[in-house]
């Protein structure tokens, strides 16, 4: 055999060995798997075995109660199915690559009590409030209706009374208990602040500790319409633009006339030397005539100095005013306390008072009241450090979901301002045992739904919050609401 077929042979035969040695620890890689996995011995009884070999088993007279090691499953069986200590151990598995469903919002009951409010066509603000218990069995509620600011009520119906709010704002309490399907119809009246001025006073429906809503409505009460005072605007001679134009303008025309009567005037100088320079012979000559003398060369005449400095200060003057003025104008047309509306903020940031539903880019938000506790009231559900003077304001809100989708949302974007502009972030702890121990920004809100529910805020010092914003998502420009 030659030299070279004996190489390629021998050379053949080893790679062919390198293969199997890296192809065999890949093939079996289940079954190690499904030996080393120790079995349950409801599974695999040892009993089997003696079954199939019934000849070969059969046990003498003098034995005819098999042993109960024989009849029940071994252990030591299953311990030797048990890895041993060469066998190395079975990775564990991979995580699934299938990301897990989103989550889906809970289910909410339907409140067993509703609130609709409506308000009249009379003179002064009225409104009705119905009331009804939608379940099988008596319900005893609480309800209450914010006052707007700066009235109060005049007439109360079904034995309601008028109380303060945390001290600072008015309601009309009534204290109810509801039979099963039926339908309760209040009414107030109230004073007017303002002649034809809008008045919204939204109403709610509590437990009967009122502390947890029910349900809750507002209206808006129109009065009637007056012819509202046209805006005329300033007379143009009035107008600071206009006016400094036209004193720009009278000085450049005043300039003018000047340089035209200097002119005029130094043309009559000249034509007057040039008449007393002919003499008496009336400029005819004499007998020897005189050597010429020369005659100066003319200069073209331009405005002075004075004057044109003068002009361009008075131009620039009146321009820089103008740009001031300008400026000034749009300045003080800024509100430094609205929301960025462009950028990177999704939306229109919206601002309203009490009661009103105020529209953002996927939710509708409606404050209905809040009420603040006393100073140092404050005690955190998780026993954490609270502040010496902290207590705690719940306010009774309102979220629908405008999206088709599902729509999550944090309770560290809603916050509340305090004066001074200092700012915090909606108490999850608290919320969540003012809802009964529901953690109401861990599920979303289902999409077309609406919620009711109270949001409190832990705050420190003795002045309530100012306004509240609230926000569907880390982007939006949210809403604000000023809270009375």
């Known amino acids: 055999m030659p030299a070279s077929t004996r190489h390629h042979r021998a050379l053949a035969v080893f790679v062919h060995c390198l293969g199997i040695l890296a192809a065999v620890p890949a093939l079996p890689a289940a079954a190690p798997e499904a030996a080393a996995a120790p079995r349950p011995p409801a599974v695999t009884p040892q009993p089997s075995a003696a079954t199939a070999r019934p000849a070969a088993a059969t046990p003498p007279p003098t034995a005819a109660v098999p042993p109960p090691a024989v009849t029940t499953p071994q252990p030591v069986a299953v311990a030797a199915r048990a890895p041993s200590a060469t066998t190395p151990p079975t990775p564990p598995s991979a995580p699934p690559a299938v990301a897990p469903p989103p989550r889906t919002p809970a289910s909410t009951p339907a409140p067993p009590v509703t609130v609709a409010v409506a308000p009249e066509s009379s003179p002064a603000p009225r409104y009705r409030i119905h009331v009804r218990n ?42 109810l208990r509801l039979p099963a399907h039926s339908t309760t119809t209040l009414g107030t009246a109230l004073t007017a602040t303002a002649p034809g001025q809008a008045l919204t006073a939204p109403a709610c429906a509590f437990t009967s500790d009122g502390s947890r809503p029910y349900d809750c409505a507002t209206a808006t009460w129109q009065g009637a319409a007056t012819p509202a005072a046209e805006v005329t605007e300033a007379p143009p001679w009035r107008r600071i633009p206009v006016l400094l134009a036209g004193v720009a303008v009278l000085l450049l025309i005043v300039a003018g006339l000047a ?53 361009a200060v008075v131009v620039l003057a009146g321009v820089l005013g103008a740009a001031g003025w300008t400026a000034t104008r749009r300045v003080a047309a800024i509100d430094t306390q609205k929301q960025p509306t462009s950028g990177a903020w999704m939306g229109t940031g919206v601002s309203g008072p ?21 100073a140092g009231a404050a005690r955190p559900a998780d026993g954490g450090a609270a502040p010496a003077a902290g207590r705690r304001c719940q306010a009774t809100v309102g979220v629908r979901n405008l999206t088709g989708d599902h729509q999550p949302w944090h309770g560290q974007l809603q916050r509340a ?68």
């Open 134 to 175: 939608v379940g099988n069995s008596p319900v005893d509620t609480t309800v209450r209706q914010e006052l707007p600011p700066g009235s109060s009520a005049t007439s109360i119906t079904a034995g309601g009374r008028s109380t303060r709010a945390g001290g600072s704002t008015a309601e009309v309490t009534w204290r």
């Open 259 to 311: 340089l035209v009567w200097r002119r005029r005037r130094g043309r009559r100088v000249t034509a007057a030397a040039l008449a007393a320079d002919r003499g008496p012979d009336g400029g005819r000559g004499t007998i020897y005539p005189r050597p010429a003398a020369p005659t100066p060369a003319g200069r073209r005449r331009t405005p002075p100095v004075w004057l044109l400095v003068g002009a």
């Open 354 to 374: 009490l009661g009103v539903p105020l529209r953002e880019t996927a939710f509708e938000f409606t404050v209905y009241g809040m009420s603040c506790g006393a």
């Open 417 to 484: 301002y305090l004066p001074g502009g200092r700012w915090v972030s909606a108490d999850e702890s608290a919320t969540r045992a003012a809802n009964l121990g529901r953690d109401v920004f861990a599920d979303p809100v289902a999409a077309g739904s609406r919620v009711v529910l109270p949001l409190v805020f832990t705050v420190d010092g003795r002045d309530p919050p100012k306004q509240l914003e609230l926000r569907s998502g880390v982007f939006s420009a949210g809403v604000r609401v000023d809270m009375p």
